[in-house]
């Protein structure tokens, strides 16, 4: 209600002082004529009117268009203020996952050092396992050839010692000896 007197208080003053100016403006003629005042009490009541109906129809929309506005205002600094607090907060766990970024990489980095030293370590024991496959199989190449040779050794020697049997043989045996050792062998084959 006060809102109201002080509405039409300052329409008042502002109908006073352009009235005035109204007055100035009509060229040296007298300020207050009946004629002036006439016309201008009836612009006044007619102004008085035309608030009141627009007061009284259209004020309650106009007052709240105001305090909507107002209060929508202080509805979206509170939003703002909402926002910039959870804009703070999400900043404040980016900063921390950047930091945990950090203590990640470590990990990851100390994780790929350990596979690394098991991948070494793994190719190491296999690369001594195959040496020493290796070296068995050598060992029984080795051997395998040793006997081989050992076999041949013995063939030859045989073969040798067989020369060596003849000629002693042929030199202490006569013809006829060397026939009857023939004879005798083959009548023991033959027999048997």
Same mark, same amino acid.
């Given at each position: 209600m006060k809102r109201m007197y002080v509405f039409f208080a300052v329409l008042v003053s502002a109908l006073a002082i352009s009235s005035v100016a109204f007055a100035a403006a009509a060229e040296g003629h007298a300020l207050f004529t009946s004629e002036n005042v006439k016309d201008y009490g009836l612009r006044i009541v007619n102004f008085i009117i035309f608030a009141g109906l627009l007061y009284k129809f259209a004020g309650a929309k106009i007052r709240d268009f105001f305090v909507g506005r107002r209060d929508g205002i202080k509805q979206e600094l509170d939003d703002l203020q909402t926002r910039q607090a959870e804009a703070e907060k999400k900043l404040k766990e980016v900063e921390a996952g950047i930091a945990n970024m950090a203590q990640e990489k470590e990990a990851i980095i100390a994780e790929a050092r350990q596979q690394g030293e098991a991948i070494k370590e793994g190719?190491?024991? =296999? *690369?001594? #396992?195959? *040496? &020493? *496959?290796? =070296? &068995?199989? @050598? =060992?029984?190449? @080795? #051997?395998?050839? @040793?006997?081989a040779a050992i076999k041949t050794i013995r063939v030859e020697m045989a073969e040798m010692v067989v020369e060596a049997a003849e000629k002693i043989v042929a030199e202490k045996l006569s013809a006829e000896d060397h026939d009857k050792l023939v004879d005798d062998y083959l009548t023991k084959v033959v027999l048997n």
């Open positions: 190719i190491i024991a =296999k *690369a001594h #396992s195959d *040496a &020493e *496959a290796l =070296k &068995e199989q @050598a =060992k029984r190449t @080795a #051997s395998n050839e @040793a006997q």
